[in-house]
């Protein structure tokens, strides 16, 4: 059934690491897709200066921003305690939204038909169902972290645990009796299953997040089937509707970003797949020890680099590297990203295996150096070398100045490396087929709209 004029979508972000942007973006289509609808967007007010730009505003006039308290008093200080930020907002956000979106219904005019959210956001599903409204959740990572989570009590009772880790030797035990999981370690389980502190108000919101997401009236994630069949089968059996939109970037390319360092101009003038582009997200820092290991390593290689590295961080890198690097290297503040990766002279990517970087990667068809941080790091890192075959882990997890000059040569000028290129180039064809005009993601895209869109008395 095709959307009234009085569909109004509630959207609720989770405005910490990268979850916010990739749910902006899904939801820009969707807006795009269908003009009658209002998008009312809440999120902290940080977290919307950051994502809503001014051509974001004036491109997509049925999709405004509600700014959210972040649950933090005037005057408040933090005690240093981890996710303190996180558990201040959650503890606050099911007041504060309610009284948001009375505010977005009195303006717009229009009750609110439906509830999109992170995940994350887990109060969300009774939130839905006390408005009589659908709740449609955004997984944001992938989908073999998500099938983890959903296994939580299993992998609890099967794992032994002695404190706050598996008991020794069970770290190597693999996850085969979880369907698609069969190269998955213990050890790459993200934390909050069998890592870290159980009780803790994180760990403690993972679980609420997969005990209450199989309420969702549907779940959808910014990934694609062909991508791994068995894990998206699995998945699919355990919601009402499991719904694969992705990826993201190919399906609704951004426009091109900033690029104040010149990296797009200075990329012409290299080699094809010759440049080692370096960056870990938004919220990852390597070690010092670590950073000098791999400014040694790219120093000694005489490979052509690109690193993205804030300002407060250049402190540690070794005194004289950047003078001694300037003329085949470039160390900026901020890069843009996913045109790197889509440049033909990059020829791998370091990274800390984050989903959104993880896609861009692959879209972009360039290989992968993995050093895993924290979350669902390991995990994507066991996928990416053991069961799509896509890029390689360092020795140890951490750099070395040998080990990072190994990997690099390994990729970039060796025959695993053209075996790794291959692989992810067959990837990125099965990538664009799926977001193509007949693609499994299209036609997911195409469910979810129906489902976030369809009138209010119309949701069964």
């Known amino acids: 059934m095709a959307p009234t004029a009085d569909s109004h979508v509630a959207v609720v972000a989770f405005p910490f690491g ?13 807006a795009a897709a269908s003009p009658e609808t209002i998008f009312s967007f809440f999120n902290t007010c940080q977290s919307n200066n950051t994502i809503f730009s001014t051509s974001v505003v004036a491109s997509s006039p049925n999709v405004k921003p509600y700014n959210v308290w972040d649950g933090v008093h005037e005057g408040y200080t933090f005690s240093g305690k981890p996710q303190e930020h996180i558990e201040l907002f959650m503890k606050a956000a099911p007041q504060s939204l309610h009284r948001n979106m009375d505010m977005a219904v009195a303006e717009t005019g229009k009750e609110v038909t439906c509830l999109v959210t992170d995940a994350f956001i887990w109060f969300a599903a009774e939130m839905a ?73 994180f760990s403690t919101m993972l679980h609420q997040t997969s005990l209450m997401l199989p309420q969702a009236t ?22 009402h509707k499991f719904l694969s939109v992705g990826p993201f970037n ?67 890198l070794p005194k004289a590297f950047l003078d001694k690097t300037e003329k085949r290297g470039k160390v900026v503040p901020w890069a843009p990203q996913a045109d790197i990766l889509y440049h033909r002279a990059i020829g791998v990517f370091v990274t800390h295996c984050g989903w959104n970087s ?21 995990l994507n890192g066991r996928m990416i070398e053991d069961v799509w075959e896509i890029g390689i882990k360092l020795e140890g997890g951490v750099f070395t100045k040998g080990g990072m000059e190994r990997c690099l040569a390994m990729v970039l000028s060796q025959e695993k490396g053209k075996r790794i290129r291959a692989k992810i180039k067959l990837l990125k064809d099965l990538a664009t087929e799926a977001v193509g005009p007949t693609g499994s993601s299209t036609g997911n895209f195409k469910l979810l709209l129906d489902v976030i869109t369809r009138p209010r008395g119309f949701q069964k």
């Not at 549907?218 to 919601?239: C, M, P, Q, R, W």
């Not at 879209?363 to 790091?377: A, E, L, N, Q």
């Open 18 to 30: 990268t979850h916010a942007s990739p749910l902006l973006a899904i939801i820009r289509r969707l």
């Open 129 to 201: 169902q006390e408005m009589g409204v659908p709740w449609v959740p955004l997984w944001a990572p992938g989908p073999c972290p998500l099938l983890a989570h959903l296994y939580t009590d299993l992998i609890r009772h099967r794992v032994s645990i002695a404190g706050d880790h598996p008991a020794p030797g069970s770290g190597n035990e693999r996850l085969s009796f979880i369907p698609g999981m069969s190269k998955i370690l213990v050890q790459d389980l993200p934390d909050g299953i069998v890592f870290g502190n159980l009780e803790s108000f």
């Open 218 to 239: 549907a779940v959808f994630i910014n990934s694609f089937e062909e991508l791994d069949k068995t894990v998206t089968g699995e998945l699919k059996s355990k919601f």
């Open 250 to 316: 190919l399906a609704s390319p951004p426009p091109p970003a900033q690029d104040d360092s010149g990296c797009l101009p200075w990329l012409d003038k290299q080699e094809p797949a010759s440049v080692a582009y370096i960056s870990f997200g938004s919220v990852a820092i390597p070690p010092k020890e670590e950073l000098v290991a791999i400014a040694e390593a790219l120093e000694g290689s005489g490979i052509p680099f690109i690193w993205s590295l804030r300002e407060n961080v250049r402190p540690n």
């Open 358 to 378: 993880l896609l861009e990667s692959m879209v972009g068809g360039v290989p992968m150096i993995c050093r895993p941080f924290f979350g669902d790091h390991k």
